[in-house]
């Protein structure tokens, strides 16, 4: 049987850090649909690498025309890099990587080499001045197309950049998905989990893995008979 959902937080709802559904909508740990992670990596003011830890965002486009769509908080060094220089590089870590990858966020400072003082090594793009991941199997280069408020006087803004060059590890061309899939080792942001109808939390986030990729098409575009 399903519940009905208001979108009207409820009084019940409590906050386990000052300004959690101020930031977020309450809503996102109620649906706690998955989100795959990845770095935005851009430039700082002096020129040294910015790497924002991100799950935010999504691919999509048509012809020559494949863009990245990344939301952003008005208040982050990301939302003040792309306002000055107008491009910034995708790049999709590892699970194997994942300790240098939340280090980034503990050594957020205002002129450092995030990327570097992570343990990450930062590799030089192509068609940007943004740089890259090495460690990242498939990177992408995008320049600013349009941005705007998520909704009037909203603290996150969107960001749509087009994508100018992709840098891809040969481990990943393999044609077969379940095996690209098991290569790349793709992370996922899981909300804390929150009972809609109780208030009930789940501790922190938590971290998922594509762990199981089903082929129900196969080779012929058809779903496969069974069970």
């Known amino acids: 049987m399903k519940q009905e959902i208001s979108i009207i937080q409820p009084e019940y709802l409590v906050e386990d850090w000052p300004g959690k559904y101020d930031v977020f909508s309450w809503l996102e740990y109620i649906v706690t649909v998955p989100n795959p992670i990845f770095f935005i990596t851009t430039r700082k003011a002096n020129g040294a690498p ?3 830890l991100n799950s935010w965002g999504f691919l999509i486009g048509e012809r020559d025309n494949y863009s990245s769509l990344i939301a952003l908080l008005d208040n982050s060094h990301t939302y ?3 306002l000055r220089e107008r491009e910034w590089c995708v790049c999709f870590p590892s699970f194997q990587n994942y300790r240098q990858c939340f280090e980034t966020i503990r050594l957020n400072a205002p002129d450092n080499d995030e990327i570097t003082d ?3 090594t930062v590799e030089l793009p192509k068609s940007v001045q943004a740089p890259r991941i090495a460690e990242c199997l498939i990177s992408l280069e995008c320049r600013l197309e349009w941005h705007r408020a998520l909704y009037e006087n909203s ?3 969107l960001f749509v950049g087009r994508v100018l060059h992709v840098a ?3 481990s990943v061309m393999v044609p077969d998905p379940v095996e690209r899939m098991r290569i790349m080792e ?3 942001n899981i909300r804390s989990t929150v009972h809609p109808m109780t208030g009930e939390q789940y501790g922190p986030n938590t971290l998922g893995l594509l762990s199981r990729v089903e082929d129900i098409f196969g080779k012929q575009g058809h ?3 069974g069970g």
């Open 118 to 120: 992570a343990g990450l």
């Open 223 to 225: 779903p496969k008979a």
């Open 155 to 157: 603290r996150w803004h």
């Open 50 to 52: 910015n790497a924002n």
């Open 168 to 170: 891809m590890d040969e």
């Open 80 to 82: 003040q890099n792309i």
């Open 186 to 188: 793709l992370m996922y």
